[in-house]
Nanobody, 127 residues
């Protein structure tokens, strides 16, 4: 089993920044991809960003391109999501996830490709 713990969420004004972290523990897998999803009240969970094991192959949903940056530190089994220029529509619970069977790509974007999920961290952006 893999345990994922997100942190870094909170309340921020529009235009502000937050940095989310997700630490993986337990049985970890070399070569796995990690991703961030979010779910707003009354909406389906949506893909935000993902990153391959190498760190040089990433993917973003269109609405966050140029504002969010995903990165990872494999030595710490941690993935980060730097969120800048936040908007009220970014308000959601943010979840990190692991795709343990994806060493060669492509960058996974569907929630069905992911095997393990964190509990989520709330991000609220006020206008």
């Amino acid at each position: 089993q893999v345990q994922l713990v997100e942190s870094g969420g909170g309340l921020v004004q529009a235009g502000g920044s937050l940095r989310l972290s997700c630490a993986a523990s337990g049985r970890t897998f070399s070569g796995y991809s990690m991703g961030w999803f979010r779910q707003a009240p009354g909406k389906e969970r949506e893909f935000v960003a993902a990153i391959m094991w190498s760190g040089d192959n990433t993917r973003y949903t269109d609405s966050v391109k140029g504002r969010f940056t995903i990165s990872r530190d494999n030595a710490k089994n941690t993935v980060y999501l730097q969120m800048n220029s936040l908007k009220p529509e970014d308000t959601a619970v943010y979840y990190c996830a692991v795709d343990k069977d994806n060493a060669l790509g492509p960058v996974p974007w569907s929630p069905y490709e992911y095997d393990y999920w964190g509990q989520g961290t709330q991000v609220t952006v006020s206008s």
